[in-house]
């Protein structure tokens, strides 16, 4: 019995802790979902979700949403990005649409078109809309 339940770890911590490639002049129409980690070298038309980390190379394209815990990106993402930790900006990066994260890291030369919304847990956060008036319209966000 021990010794299932420690091959069972072992599993669990090879699926978490596998890369996955979208390699160079590879073009993905679709959604992505995992466990472990992403790089793109190639295009993705869709989102990328993965509970760890997700790497967007200088050559890469994203016509997506971004969801991970840590986000490094050197290439385009045409897309909302939601970092539960760490959001890394390389120099040629370039985003154009929202950003919520707890932290950010950018490079002299990173482009972002959009909002920027930091804090300790995006999950909490409020979101504020702005009215016609001028005032502000709050609700809790649900994290999507």
Same mark, same amino acid.
């Given at each position: 019995? /021990? @010794? @299932? %339940? *420690? +091959?069972d770890r072992k599993n669990q %911590? +090879?699926? /978490? *802790?596998?890369s996955n490639l979208v390699a160079t002049g590879t073009v993905i129409v679709g959604n992505i979902a995992t466990h472990g980690n992403i790089r793109v070298e190639g295009t993705v038309e869709g989102s990328l979700e993965s509970q760890q980390k997700i790497i967007i190379g200088e050559s890469a394209k994203v016509n997506g949403d971004v969801k991970a815990a840590d986000v490094e990106i050197a290439g385009r993402v045409d897309g909302e990005i939601r970092c539960s930790e760490l959001l890394f900006l390389k120099k040629t990066a370039l985003i154009l649409g929202d950003i919520y994260t707890k932290k950010l890291i950018i490079e002299n030369g990173a482009e972002f078109n959009g909002q920027c919304k930091m804090g300790k847990s995006q999950e909490d956060h409020l979101k504020v809309d702005r009215v016609q008036d001028g005032s502000e319209k709050r609700q809790v966000s649900s994290g999507r």
């Open positions: 019995m /021990v @010794k @299932k %339940n *420690t +091959e %911590n +090879e699926i /978490v *802790t596998s």
